[in-house]
Nanobody
Framework: QVQLVESGGGLVQAGGSLRLSCAASGLTFRWYPMVWFRQAPGKEREFVGAISQSGDSTSYTDSVTGRFTITRDNVKNMVSLQMNSLKPEDTAVYYC??????????????????WGNGTLVTVSP
């Protein structure tokens, strides 16, 4: 059974940093792209960023480019999202996810097969 478990969320002031982690089990982690999404209150779930299976390639939505960085450790079966220069509009529940299609460039949440339960990030002004 595949499990994705996020951690690291919390309350931070604008301009601060947080590091989210996602621990994976029940799958051959190095085969799967890993994707971060977020969902703010009253809004649809949106793509944040993704990392390829090897970790050599990443992509981000425009609003976080230059502030967020995704890395992965294929030995520890973990993916991380380093978030710097946080803004109040980054407030959301953050989810890690993956897809059996193995397409690391897929940004569609409907294409994901595995989801974590999410971790709440709140950025105060």
């Amino acid at each position: 059974q595949v499990q994705l478990v996020e951690s690291g969320g919390g309350l931070v002031q604008a301009g601060g940093s947080l590091r989210l982690s996602c621990a994976a089990s029940g799958l051959t982690f190095r085969w799967y792209p890993m994707v971060w999404f977020r969902q703010a209150p009253g809004k649809e779930r949106e793509f944040v960023g993704a990392i390829s299976q090897s970790g050599d390639s990443t992509s981000y939505t425009d609003s976080v480019t230059g502030r967020f960085t995704i890395t992965r450790d294929n030995v520890k079966n973990m993916v991380s999202l380093q978030m710097n220069s946080l803004k109040p509009e980054d407030t959301a529940v953050y989810y890690c996810a993956s897809t059996v299609s193995l397409d690391w460039g897929n940004r569609d949440p409907n294409a994901m097969n595995y989801w974590g339960n999410g971790t709440l990030v709140t950025v105060s002004p």
